[in-house]
């Protein structure tokens, strides 16, 4: 009688313990999420979609350059492959950016589409 007793008190224990650990693991992946719902530096493909003359005489160093005009052939390869989870699209105004964002949204790209305008608003973009 005790040996079934303790084994249904082991049961019983290690039930809790589950449960415990898949309410705490659940809190840290609500709190994760929290931390990293907006665009930073570290969860962020920055893509200036300016001409590439442009992108030359003066661009932020942490981006990469895919013209409109490769964007619009379907040029996509940086955006479907990337690990990040945003992607912020810059250029001089914001108005190739939303053009490029307009077409990206039809791809079915994994990250969420952000428009920052000017490649010189980048600087609000936190580390």
Not at 13 to 42: D, G, Q, Y
Request: proline residues 2%.
């Amino acid at each position: 009688m005790k040996i079934a007793q303790i084994a249904k008190n082991s049961s019983t224990n290690v039930l809790i313990t589950l449960f415990a650990v898949s309410v705490i693991a659940a809190m840290v992946s609500i709190e994760l999420h929290a931390e990293s719902s907006k665009p930073t530096w570290s969860n962020s493909l920055v893509v200036d979609v300016r001409t590439e003359n442009e992108f030359n005489e003066k661009h932020h160093p942490d981006s990469i350059n895919v013209p409109l005009s490769e964007i619009q052939k379907g040029n996509i390869d940086a955006f479907k492959n990337t690990d990040k989870e945003f992607i912020v699209v810059v250029c001089r105004t914001g108005q190739r950016a939303a053009t490029a964002i307009k077409y990206l949204e039809n791809q079915n790209l994994k990250a969420k589409l952000e428009n920052y305008s000017s490649f010189e608003y980048l600087s609000t973009l936190e580390k």
